[in-house]
């Protein structure tokens, strides 16, 4: 079993930056992948990307591209998601998961952003 747990949510101004932490316990492989999606109120859960732990490469969904950045502590076993020039539609519910093939098996209780103007 893997356990997941973000941190990093808050208030933020539009415009600033927040950076999320997902700490990943358990029976982790290095082959595993490790992706952030969110979800706002009355919408699906978005995708906003993923990273392949062993190799550090990322892939983002075009919504986040060039403001988002996923990143990898090996030795503290945490998943990254740096987020910046923050807007009010990027407030949600951000939660970071984990697959080790084709289905996103392993979820973490989530953590709220919310973004004023």
């Known amino acids: 079993q893997v356990q997941l747990v973000e941190s990093g949510g808050g208030l933020v101004q539009a415009g600033g930056s927040l950076r999320l932490s997902c700490a990943i316990a358990g029976r982790f492989l290095s082959s595993y992948v490790m992706g952030w999606f969110r979800q706002a109120p009355g919408k699906d859960r978005e995708f906003l990307g993923r990273?392949?732990?062993?190799?550090?490469?990322?892939l983002y969904a075009d919504s986040v591209k060039g403001r988002f950045t996923i990143s990898r502590d090996n030795a503290k076993n945490t998943v990254y998601l740096q987020m910046n020039s923050l807007e009010p539609e990027d407030s949600a519910v951000y939660y970071c998961a984990g697959r080790r093939l084709q289905n996103w098996d392993y979820w973490g209780q989530g953590t709220q952003v919310t973004v004023f103007s």
């Open positions: 990273i392949t732990w062993s190799s550090g490469t990322t």
